[in-house]
């Protein structure tokens, strides 16, 4: 819970910054002409990827491109005298095909969409015999169990507001910052068990759908961007 | 005037996505794991004790109405694998106890069971005013069992009186005692006969209250023939007996190894008194009472005589034995048939609706003597190995005692110790298909829900009707019932039955119209296959959480 509220006040943050930023570049650059194709690279909460990008005018920008992340983290937990080994499998990214549409030279709305691929998992098992009554059940017989989600729509809207500034006597080179989220819709939860757990993946007893509607609030997938680009032509 | 304008709108809609992030945000802040319903923690996890692969329903019956026993029944085990039965929640016990007429038991999962390696073990069962029980079994592969145990009652107000005869050297009393098979269609004749003597040697020793009754053989020889003259019964022996004995599979030690023949005790009892010439002999001293007994029917059975339970097995004595105390126990019995399949033949059952079931089948010989009772419990289809079947010719009657299933045919079969055989079973009218979904909620810990895999039963509520064995995994159970009715599910725990109730009554979407008891919710949904679903939830009050948990 406090990384969640931690994270939103980041997002806010990195919003009014934003704003403030791009009142201070409108006093200080001097416009010059940025059309032309650019490829770059950037790095989000949504992965790390490339962009080839599009700028029409000093308004309009295309951009696409793909982003990736993959996040693998092994943990132990204990769950009713019973030790779980896990990991988690944090696998996001997407192709993307975004419009940026600038207001100012820096400042500018995105807006576009993307098919998502976030799908993140937790699968583990237990890795220790559970003591039941006088006797002992093997790890073995106690069970696996995966979590997994996938977002409601593949393709996913998305908005930003970003900063965009360019450098070098020529304005060839530029990096942009923005934040803003995907729309997902709610969560499809998927659950796999056996052995002990295996009533909590058991469709008969509705328990993805209890899940799913308790995280239906979490539409919505935060993006914080860093990006740079270098003009090709 | 343009830079102003052009920051004006920057201004608004930064502020706009801003507020518009913050707003679908919000309900992040929600902690998910909260209940959104009931503002209570989320049951999170359904567990399941389903590492059990073999479980065991003992039903303690009276023999003379079949009834189950609800009186305080103290069980033990012996035997092989004594340790290795457990309560489901995994509790090794040295004793139990139920006032319920049967008790629902397990095996350490930990323990291979298959023909090579047998699951051996004896249950004694103990009732007030009953013939305590000791009963062998063997099991050859892992499953659910049920074993209905037939207890007798005591007949301690009921002495036979057995007058004796004699001669110089030994005084003999030949008496008989009566008994048939169990349940022989009608064939009441007597099988056997058991009689008494004492050597005079032995007579000797005999006190009643005032001491030594006799000071040599002379004055034996001399009573006994002032008794012919007088007309008075010289001897005396005053026994209770019982007879209601039904046959059925039992480990019989023979030649050293214990194997599982078809046995059947024809009577236990006891020399409760003893009389010589009116007078109550008191103590035996060293003097013994010898019993003997003899086969009197046309087939004489593989094994015949005298035998004690011991170490998890019949031990045969042989067709005599000597006493030398009195009220000391005799058990008399025959082996119908040594040619028992340990693993026999597959009986499979099939039926065209989705349902749980459990059938009883009880087999008789083609004389139509009852012979054992087998019991299935399982979801259609299901095929069964058989286990510890008498090799010989046999009608399988399946009981009538579900209103649910039509009534099955018998089969006859000439060999079930090999060969599969089909058995088709057909619900009754007016009997629908349902699911029974089941969680068992703990009021203590509401993270956690239970969906156990357990035999439990239902029946219409406030019926006389049996109660029906269903299968239940996973919390899940398919079940036939009635429209518009209320049913009661049970299920025992710790010698303890949990009841739960559900309605069948439902609108057209299958939404669930009937009342919900306290404690409890009961909803209803349609499932693909056009059944309704009905799930129960319910905070037990049994220690089933704590058990598990």
Not at chain 1, 73 to 78: A, M, P, Q, V
Not at chain 2, 317 to 323: C, F
Not at chain 2, 342 to 349: K, L
Request: aromatic letters at 12%; proline letters at 3%; charged letters at 20%.
């Amino acid at each position: 819970m406090k990384k969640a509220r931690l994270f939103i006040v980041l997002v806010c943050l990195l919003a009014a910054s934003n704003y403030l930023l791009a009142q201070e570049a409108q006093t200080t650059s001097t416009r010059v002409d940025t059309k032309g194709f650019y490829i770059g690279a950037q790095a989000s909460t949504n992965g790390w990827g490339f962009d080839l990008k599009y700028v029409f005018n000093k308004i309009i920008s295309l951009k696409t491109g793909v982003e990736t992340l993959s996040v693998l983290h092994d943990f132990n937990f204990d769950e009713n005298d019973i030790s779980y080994g896990a990991s988690l499998n944090y696998n996001t990214g997407g192709l993307f095909l975004l419009t940026d549409l600038n207001f100012t030279k820096n400042l500018y709305l995105s807006m576009g969409a993307a098919i998502n691929s976030l799908n993140p998992e937790i699968k583990g098992q237990a890795n220790s015999d559970l003591e039941y009554g006088d006797i002992i059940i093997p790890a073995d017989k106690v069970g696996e169990f995966s979590l997994s989600l996938t977002p409601a729509y593949k393709i996913s809207p998305y908005a930003a507001l970003g900063f965009r500034s360019f450098l070098g006597k020529k304005e060839r080179l530029s990096y942009n910052l923005e934040t803003g989220f995907y729309y997902l819709g709610s969560p499809n939860i998927e659950i796999e068990a056996t052995g002990l757990l295996a009533p909590t993946a058991d469709p008969a007893h509705g328990q993805e759908q209890v899940l799913e509607n308790q995280f239906s609030q979490y539409k919505f997938y935060p993006v914080v961007k860093f990006g740079v680009a270098i003009k090709l032509f | 005037m343009k830079n102003n304008f052009v920051l004006n709108r920057v201004n608004l809609f930064a502020w706009m996505f801003v507020i518009i992030t913050f707003s679908g945000c919000s309900e992040y802040l929600n902690n998910p794991l909260i209940d959104k319903e009931t503002g209570e923690d989320l049951n999170l996890l359904i567990i399941d004790f389903n590492f059990f692969s073999t479980s065991m329903t003992y039903k303690f019956i009276d023999a003379a109405d079949g009834s189950l026993i609800t009186q305080e029944a103290n069980i033990s085990f012996s035997g092989l694998n004594k340790n290795d039965i457990i309560t489901f929640a995994g509790e090794k016990k040295d004793g139990f106890q139920t006032s319920m007429g049967q008790l629902e038991l397990t095996i350490d999962p930990n323990v291979l069971i298959s023909e090579n390696t047998p699951f051996e073990f004896a249950i004694n069962v103990n009732i007030d005013g009953y013939n305590s029980l000791s009963k062998g079994i063997q099991i050859q592969n892992e499953g659910k069992k049920t074993y209905e145990l037939y207890l007798s009652k005591i007949n301690n107000d009921e002495e036979t009186d057995v007058i004796g005869d004699i001669n110089f050297s030994l005084i003999k009393s030949a008496v008989q005692s009566s008994s048939s098979l169990l349940k022989s269609a009608g064939d009441e004749d007597k099988h056997y006969t058991i009689s008494f003597s004492v050597n005079a040697a032995d007579l000797l020793q005999f006190e009643d209250e005032n001491g030594k009754m006799f000071l040599n053989i002379d004055e034996i020889k001399e009573a006994y023939n002032n008794s012919i003259l007088e007309s008075i019964p010289f001897i005396v022996f005053k026994l209770i007996s019982s007879f209601d004995f039904v046959p059925g599979i039992e480990l019989v030690n023979i030649d050293g190894v214990n194997r599982s023949v078809l046995f059947q005790i024809l009577e236990t009892g006891l020399v409760n008194r003893v009389l010589i010439l009116g007078e109550e002999v008191v103590k035996l001293n060293d003097g013994k009472i010898l019993i003997s007994s003899n086969y009197t029917g046309d087939n004489l059975p593989a094994i015949f005589g005298f035998t004690e339970f011991e170490s998890g097995s019949w031990n045969i004595l042989g067709s005599e034995i000597v006493q030398d105390e009195l009220k000391q126990s005799f058990t008399l019995a025959n082996v119908i048939e040594d040619s028992v399949c340990e693993t026999g033949g597959n009986i499979s059952f099939h039926s065209n609706m989705i349902s749980s079931f459990s059938i009883d089948a009880d087999l008789y010989d083609l004389n139509n003597n009852y012979v054992t009772t087998m019991n299935f419990k399982g979801n259609f289809p299901e095929t069964f190995l058989l286990e510890n079947i008498p090799q010989m010719p046999l009608i399988a009657k399946f009981r009538n005692n579900n209103p649910a299933f039509a009534p099955i045919p018998s089969i006859e079969i000439e060999d079930f110790c090999s060969g599969n055989f089909e058995v088709e079973v057909s619900k009754s009218e007016d009997y629908i298909e349902y699911q029974i979904v089941l969680k068992a909620l703990c009021e203590d810990n509401p993270d956690i829900a239970i969906a156990p895999t357990y035999n439990a039963e239902i029946r219409l509520k406030n019926s006389d009707d049996l109660w029906q064995g269903i299968t239940m995994t996973g919390g899940v159970a398919n079940v036939l019932g009635m429209q518009n009715q209320e049913y009661e599910l049970r299920l025992l725990w710790d010698s303890e039955w949990e009841y739960s109730t559900y309605f069948t009554k439902f609108d057209a979407d299958g939404n669930y119209l009937g009342p919900v008891e306290e404690g409890a919710s009961v909803v209803s949904k349609i499932l693909e296959d056009r059944r309704i679903q009905i799930s129960v939830e319910k905070i037990f009050s049994q220690s089933i959480c704590s058990d598990l948990i």
